[in-house]
């Protein structure tokens, strides 16, 4: 078609877990993409057809080339389907999806939610359940019970931030458990006696997963970021250190004499040898 293209990589949260091996993937995929003549960039986004659709109609991109998803239809339809977003995102732009055979059918470059290791970090989340339930037994004959809900959702914070977002859901799971058992009557039962404990209750595991969800977000956001910056910076240094290099060798190279020079250097030594001289 003799018109320029793009190859885009878009790095959503999910990449910041990416093996190394997958890391190196994605580069050489983008190096052979430069070797044919493509630009290449990669961008951080929350979701990959949003942000290829917006650089998209920013560059005046006129046709979309995605690949064929090779997972099952039950997969496709918990997690959906990248190229369904596209198309529907796409408005004047043609998409096209192929295949590829070459490919292995199983190979998946990125890799679905595993808990965060090591388990340590789930015992950290068990013993801030336990610190927000001590705390929550000194004040509870001052406030109403309801109001001990925030001190759990603090603890589910505070494990979102600093382990992670499967101890989180752990902690504000154990921390409706814990809500319930110490603080609601009858005491030491998971038993309800008053029904609008139940709203309390979904409203703390609700809110809970939600903060997790959105705090582990922002924290692997700025993990990527960070990387991003130090691969700017590596960047940076090479490129300096490569002008620095072809600076000193062009001081170093002895520039072409002009021809007079060459014929006055020829006769050189009968010149210095000359009275007059």
């Not at 793009?6 to 997958?22: G, H």
């Not at 240094?237 to 001081?251: F, I, N, P, S, V």
Request: with cysteine; glycine share 6%; net charge positive.
């Amino acid at each position: 078609m003799n018109a320029e293209w793009f190859a885009i990589y878009v790095e959503t949260p999910d990449q910041a877990r990416l093996s190394q091996e997958q890391r190196d993937h994605v580069a050489r995929s983008l190096r052979l993409a430069e070797e044919l003549g493509a630009r290449t960039t990669s961008l951080p986004g929350q979701s990959v057809a949003g942000t290829v659709m917006e650089y998209a109609h920013r560059h005046n991109v006129t046709k979309v080339i995605a690949g064929k998803p090779i997972h099952s239809r039950w997969i496709e339809f918990l997690r959906g389907s990248v190229v369904d977003r596209l198309i529907r995102l796409s408005g004047s732009i043609d998409v096209y999806v192929i295949s590829s055979e070459a490919e292995p059918q199983t190979r998946k470059i990125v890799e679905g939610w595993r808990p965060h290791r090591p388990l340590g970090r789930y015992l950290l989340g068990l013993l801030l359940v336990a610190a927000a339930t001590g705390l929550s037994a000194l004040i509870a004959p001052y406030i109403s019970p309801t109001n001990l809900v925030v001190i759990y959702l603090l603890a589910v914070v505070l494990a979102a931030v600093y382990l992670g977002r499967g101890p989180a859901i752990v902690t504000s799971i154990l921390g409706v458990m814990a809500f319930d058992y110490f603080f609601v009557p009858p005491h030491l039962t998971l038993a309800v006696s008053d029904t609008e404990y139940l709203l309390t209750f979904f409203g703390l595991l609700g809110v809970g997963l939600v903060i997790s969800q959105l705090t582990a977000m922002v924290r692997e956001q700025a993990d990527a970021a960070q990387q991003r910056e130090v691969q700017t910076v590596a960047l940076y240094e090479l490129g300096r250190d490569l002008t620095e290099t072809a600076g000193l060798e062009a001081r170093h190279a002895k520039p072409p004499l002009p021809t007079s020079a060459r014929r006055l250097a020829g006769k050189w030594p009968s010149f210095c040898r000359s009275p007059a001289f």
